[in-house]
């Protein structure tokens, strides 16, 4: 299985809104709604900001948002905040009951 | 409180196998519908998944590792343990253990974490 493909880097200022693609196939993303992201700090373990492509768990603010069309999941963080500057990665269960992350994205704020 | 923690060797040579053991709280491992992962990351790489363990004894490996991973359990003390044999310098990363974000819905993701352990494969 290969890894899901996301832009290496976007960025944004304060206030504006940054959308990170992630791209599989119809054997992972595009098969199930089962697309999951997670936001690490560096340095840190990654944290679950988004799960089931479209569910937020408990504590993590609405800015994020989550949503799929085909073979293709997004995270959208909408209303930008300097403690939102991390890498994001996207992940996938698959039909063979084994999981796929993404190549990973840096969120930089201006 | 869910709480998980890699422990293992810092450093391993070329060739040696690694094991690896996570010790959580907060949970239980013979809970129906509980699953572990493991997953890694190379310095400054992405996330990759390499096994997980259900509450039957149920093992999933990552296509790519699977014949060199090996993964089980000890719910007397609440502990996974990966081992991999064969290790080469392009192993060494974080090791993280992860437990599954909804019981039973293996599918959901991973909402929590271990801190991670450093392995740094070298002669």
């Known amino acids: 299985q290969s890894a899901l493909t996301q832009p290496p880097s976007v960025s944004g200022s304060p206030g504006q809104s940054v959308t990170i693609s992630c791209t599989g196939t119809?054997?992972?993303?595009?098969?199930?709604?089962?697309v999951s992201w997670y936001q690490q700090p560096p340095g840190t373990a990654p944290k679950l900001m988004i799960y089931?492509?479209?569910s937020r768990p408990s504590g993590v603010p609405d800015r994020f948002s989550g949503s799929k069309s085909g073979n293709t999941a997004s995270l959208t963080i909408s209303g930008l905040q300097a403690e939102d500057e991390a890498d994001y990665y996207c992940?996938?269960?698959?039909?063979?009951?084994?999981?796929?992350f993404g190549t990973g994205t840096k969120v930089t704020v201006l | 409180q869910v709480t998980l923690r890699e422990s293992g060797p810092a450093l391993v040579k070329p060739t040696q196998t690694l094991t690896l053991t996570c010790t959580f709280s907060?949970?239980?491992?013979?809970?129906?519908?509980?699953?572990v992962s493991w997953i890694r990351q190379p310095p400054g790489k992405a996330l990759e998944w390499l096994a997980r363990?259900?509450?039957?004894?149920?093992?999933y490996y990552s296509p790519s590792l699977r014949t060199r991973l090996s993964i089980s359990k000890d719910t007397s003390k609440n502990q996974v343990v990966l081992t991999m044999t064969n290790m080469d310098p392009v192993d060494t990363g974080t090791y993280y253990c992860?437990?599954?974000?909804?019981?039973?819905?293996?599918?959901?993701?991973?909402?929590?974490w271990g801190q991670g352990s450093l392995v740094t494969v070298s002669s």
């Open positions: 992860a437990r599954i974000h909804v019981v039973g819905a293996p599918t959901v993701g991973f909402g929590y």
């Open positions: 907060g949970f239980s491992l013979s809970t129906p519908g509980m699953c």
């Open positions: 992940s996938s269960y698959t039909s063979s009951s084994t999981y796929v």
């Open positions: 089931e492509v479209t």
């Open positions: 363990i259900d509450w039957d004894d149920a093992k």
């Open positions: 119809s054997s992972d993303v595009g098969g199930y709604n089962r």
